[in-house]
């Protein structure tokens, strides 16, 4: 019998991301510089709740995550019926393509970003096109008049891997004209809130647009990637249509408790955004001053590098120093002279500099 398969899905290719390979054994002693999490950690407040209710495993979670879409309506102060929860914010990215992008679909992707725009759109088949730039914010008329009619436009803000960020009315000048062509902006804010001393998020715009889907992350603020829990803002039918289609019992019970915790403490992002400012400024300023490292313009915990040596190359020498960073020639649009560092400690930090200082 020859089973039948999506063409889609033949010609589908996951992304590799950066990080551990979780096939190998950790070595502990590794300084993760490719993972783009909170410098400071995960909340104390979170590994207590997770300690005390580790019985509750042996119950199945709640369906809803109601309880934390009442703390994520006091933490947005959007409405409940504006929000969802999901399994890490990559869940809810595949069930908006799943439920409103198709073969018809004309897709704007800025480029490099996150690839998994791209990927979750091939497997809608989607017409996808590409806009090239390192700051779009200088490119943004021209961006804006790509824009297709019944379509869909992806903005990652600040940009994983640039670290640019565009302003709250650039973002609503996309907004208006992709409304004008019936074309959905989705945004993603996964590290809106590692933006120290700004606050350029257009979550709140949801109540008023209702061609605009925001996405969040709690992995990156909270420093949470093991947990998987992520969440989204949207029009009340955006969120109906995506609550319809959710798979059940996604996000586990250990995961919203980890999610209620964290919402409950706003101070751990200030003590974030204050490392997060400090050493954002000696990364760059050191790495700068070493021959054949370009560092660009970033606004958050992490800094792409263009580099005259081999990417896998530096990579493979970092890693002798115990030190991993993200080989970025897999990102479109970027090629094997291109790295990025996350923002850690500033113990951490010197290792780093000093490691590249040593590497001829």
């Known amino acids: ?72 309506k006091k933490y947005t102060n959007l409405e409940k019926s504006n929000l969802i929860v999901g399994n890490g914010a990559i869940e809810i990215l595949y069930n908006f393509c799943f439920a409103f992008l198709s073969k018809k679909t004309k897709v704007l992707i800025p480029i490099p970003t996150f690839q998994e725009y791209e990927t979750a759109s091939k497997l809608n088949e989607c017409q996808i096109s590409y806009f090239k730039t390192m700051n779009l914010s200088e490119n943004l008329d021209i961006f804006i008049s790509k824009i297709p ?79 998987r829990i992520g969440y989204a803002a949207g029009s009340k039918e955006i969120i109906k249509i995506l609550q319809k289609i959710k798979i059940p019992w996604s996000v586990n019970s250990l995961a919203q408790d980890a999610a209620n915790a964290a919402l409950e403490n706003k101070s751990h992002l200030v003590k974030s955004n204050f490392v997060i400012k400090k050493e954002l400024n000696y990364l760059t300023n050191k790495i700068s001053k070493l021959n054949g490292f370009d560092c660009n313009n970033s606004s958050t915990n992490f800094i792409l590098i263009k580099i005259m040596k081999d990417s896998t190359q530096l990579q493979k020498k970092l890693l002798e120093h115990k030190i991993l960073i993200r080989d970025c020639k897999n990102f479109r649009g970027l090629n094997n002279h291109h790295i990025r560092i996350a923002v850690k400690s500033h113990n951490d930090n010197v290792k780093l500099v000093k490691a590249l200082e040593k590497i001829k």
């Open 1 to 72: 019998m020859k089973i039948q398969i999506k063409s889609s899905i033949i010609r589908h290719v996951p992304v590799v991301h950066g990080g551990r390979n979780p096939s190998q054994s950790i070595d502990s002693q590794i300084i993760d510089f490719s993972s783009n999490v909170s410098p400071i950690g995960t909340p104390l407040s979170v590994k207590k709740i997770l300690k005390k209710n580790i019985e509750n495993i042996k119950h199945y979670p709640d369906f809803s995550s109601s309880t934390v879409i009442s703390s994520l």
């Open 149 to 227: 009619k019944n379509g869909c436009v992806f903005i990652c803000n600040p940009n994983n891997p640039t670290g640019q960020l565009l302003l709250k009315n650039q973002l609503l000048q996309i907004i208006k004209k992709a409304k004008k062509l019936s074309t959905i902006v989705f945004v993603d804010e996964c590290f809106i809130e590692m933006v120290p001393e700004s606050n350029e998020s257009i979550i709140s715009y949801v109540k008023k647009y209702k061609n605009l889907f925001v996405l969040r992350s709690l992995t990156k603020s909270f420093a949470l990637p093991g947990i």
